[in-house]
């Protein structure tokens, strides 16, 4: 092992047991950004978590998620680090990693406190005044104006003529039967606190996240396949040289082959942004077109049509489909405004002066007090009453 990464070794150490100035704090973050090494030293730690508790008990999945996704202390500037626990359990939290916030406030993630248990469906409000997270859950439109319930433990088949359409738990299914020139559209529509994934008839599957739609054909005919979404959806297109697929949001249009790529499109964001995880896409908008390389993202504003490419942290972007928020320099409002999607919670919050940055990853699995409780170490405050929340920002 060389000095230099014996050093920042032991400066981790020092951190994690509450022994660093903010100098060591400030030279441990910089080494961790600058270089990947640090990744085979969390696999390590990681490792040797999972067999120091290990060879005390078996610890459920939810519970280490939970454990890795507790946030239960913030080092602000000209402190010294103090942890309430001095376990092994750090290892869980060195393993989430240290995350340096735009704000020059530090997250870590921590021991874990008492375990609470939410009896709630259908993100109603618990007895205990918590709101549960999201679901598999949506609402099938179909050509003819019926509406079809979908949720996480649903199994039926529809009849659409020559289509079949299978709902199988959290996902439905399209197959076609023979062929027909009659083409009908459905639309798949998830509300607030609700996701779902679906594969459409040239086997493309399709994730929809909270407060999101598509219309879609029941059989993709012509030389063409075209889907139109609001929201934000990951695509993994089924590849079909013959037949290009189009995703089209109000005036942008994407055009793959097949590849893998998400668009977030919501109207209460300032931008629509669609990022390449793989393959090769054309973001068109308007008179102005860009063709997206793996790891790029094509961010166009709706109000001028103006369209810039940049690379893009692609994990972050799709976390939201793997079960995580994930943040990075992100405002306190653009947090509020995934949370309310997620949790189908509206908000009350009026920004004053400079907003603080937060960076990390969190499961969306998590009850919403967790997630406020992570929030409120940069002074903010929160009320929620019923399905309303309350924000006060911290100076």
Not at 130 to 152: C, H
Not at 208 to 232: C, I, K, W
Not at 387 to 394: D, E, H
Request: hydrophobic share 40%.
């Amino acid at each position: 092992m060389s000095s230099s990464t014996d050093h920042n070794e032991k400066l981790l150490q020092k951190y994690l047991d509450g022994q660093c100035t903010v100098a060591e704090i400030e030279e441990l973050y910089a080494w961790l950004q600058s270089t990947g090494s640090h990744r085979s030293l969390l696999a390590a730690m990681q490792q040797e978590f999972q067999k120091t508790m290990g060879e005390h008990h078996e610890i459920p999945s939810e519970v280490s998620d939970r454990i890795e996704t507790r946030l239960l202390q913030d080092i602000s500037r000209g402190k010294v680090v103090k942890f309430r626990q001095r376990t092994r359990i750090r290892w869980a939290a060195a393993a989430v990693i240290l995350v340096l916030l735009g704000s020059g406030m530090y997250y870590y993630m921590s021991a874990v406190s008492s375990r609470k248990t939410f009896t709630t469906s259908n993100n109603a409000v618990a007895d205990t005044g918590d709101i549960a997270p999201g679901t598999n859950k949506a609402i099938l439109i179909l050509a003819n104006g019926d509406v079809v319930t979908l949720d996480s433990a649903g199994n039926q088949v529809i009849n659409q003529g020559q289509t079949i359409v299978r709902q199988k738990n959290g996902q439905l299914e399209y197959a076609v039967q023979g062929n027909s020139d009659a083409v009908v559209y459905n639309t798949l529509t998830v509300p607030r606190g609700g996701q779902f994934n679906i594969v459409l008839p040239d086997g493309s599957r399709v994730w929809l996240n909270a407060a999101s739609s598509m219309r879609y054909p029941t059989a993709f005919n012509g030389d063409h396949r075209e889907v139109e979404l609001q929201g934000q959806g990951y695509f993994e297109v089924a590849p079909n040289a013959r037949q290009p697929f189009f995703v089209k949001v109000n005036n942008l249009e994407v055009q793959v082959l097949g590849t893998s790529f998400d668009i977030m499109a919501y109207a209460d964001e300032k931008s629509i942004n669609t990022t390449l995880v793989e393959g090769l896409v054309n973001v068109k908008n308007g008179t102005t077109e860009q063709r997206l390389k793996p790891g790029q993202q094509a961010i166009v504003d709706p109000a001028t049509g103006s369209m810039v490419v940049k690379q893009a942290d692609v994990d972050q972007v799709i976390a939201w489909k793997t079960g995580f928020f994930e943040f990075d320099n992100a405002s306190l409002g653009a947090i509020l405004r995934q949370l309310a999607r997620w949790y189908d919670i509206d908000i009350s919050y009026n920004q004053t002066g400079n907003e603080r940055l937060f960076g990390g990853r969190i499961s969306r699995s998590l009850p919403l007090s967790d997630i406020l409780h992570m929030l409120e170490a940069n002074g903010s405050t929160f009320l929620l009453s019923g399905r309303k929340l309350t924000v006060t920002s911290g100076k």
